[in-house]
């Protein structure tokens, strides 16, 4: 079975560009939560979406968005990117958008110059 | 603030060594605590978690302490191995109410010498 699926795997943008990440769960997951890692950091909580509802969300600005389409595949939307932006995103997802266990993605490497 | 504090923040031992890594938090609403594993290039894995009823738990080679009363557990990897070479996170959350989702630590990479 595919584990989570995330895309691209690296992305190179400018100051103040838009970036748009793609997040496809694991078959069956109806949950996905998006984190920003930043290097020799922890991953940060930055959305959790179910059954294409927003669940939660961590203290990031409002540049940050995010969308759960009916597939369950997920999409996380960063606008006037900044150069503190540059970090790996993770996507997990879960069965459920509670006591279920999160199973991570790979990650997007995303590196704002 | 930070909610889970997690030391130390890198560790170097020989194989066979028994790596320790201890974490703090101060919500006593957490009653999860799951350990991580990432490998560069990829996100993290689930190794272990355990619930405060209880205060060890082993899953292989990978032990978890936990001090209910202290507010702190530990990751115990008896007879290390170079391929346990990674960085290791510890998180804590919710599991029966408040905010599910878990609150990580600043992580420890680990090196396992051969």
């Known amino acids: 079975d595919a584990g989570v699926t995330q895309s691209p795997t690296h992305l190179i943008k400018t100051r103040g560009q838009h970036v748009t990440l793609r997040c496809s769960p694991i078959?069956?997951?109806?949950?996905v939560s998006w984190y920003q890692q930043v290097l020799g950091q922890g991953p940060q909580f930055i959305f959790q979406y179910y059954e294409k509802e927003e669940r939660g969300r961590g203290n990031f600005p409002d540049r940050f968005s995010a969308r759960q389409f009916p597939n369950y595949s997920s999409e996380l939307n960063v606008n006037a990117l900044l150069l503190g932006d540059s970090a790996l995103y993770l996507c997990?997802?879960?069965?459920?958008?509670?006591?279920?266990?999160?199973?991570f993605g790979q990650g997007t490497r995303l590196t704002v110059v | 603030q930070q909610q889970v504090k997690q030391s130390p923040q890198s560790l170097i031992v020989q194989k066979g060594g028994i790596p320790i890594i201890n974490c703090a938090y101060e919500?006593?609403?957490?009653?999860?605590f799951p350990w991580y594993q990432q490998f560069p290039g990829k996100g993290p894995a689930l190794l272990i978690a355990?619930?405060?009823?209880?205060s060890e738990k082993k899953e292989g080679r990978f032990t978890i302490s936990f001090n209910k009363s202290a507010k702190q557990f530990s990751l115990h990897i008896m007879d290390s191995q170079p391929g346990d070479s990674a960085t290791y996170f510890c998180?804590?959350?919710?599991?029966?109410?408040?905010?599910?989702?878990?609150?990580f630590g600043r992580g420890t990479s680990l090196i396992v010498h051969p």
């Open positions: 997990a997802s879960s069965f459920e958008d509670r006591r279920a266990e999160a199973f």
């Open positions: 078959s069956g997951h109806k949950s």
């Open positions: 919500n006593t609403a957490f009653d999860y």
């Open positions: 998180a804590a959350r919710t599991a029966s109410g408040g905010s599910y989702i878990p609150t």
């Open positions: 355990i619930r405060p009823d209880v």
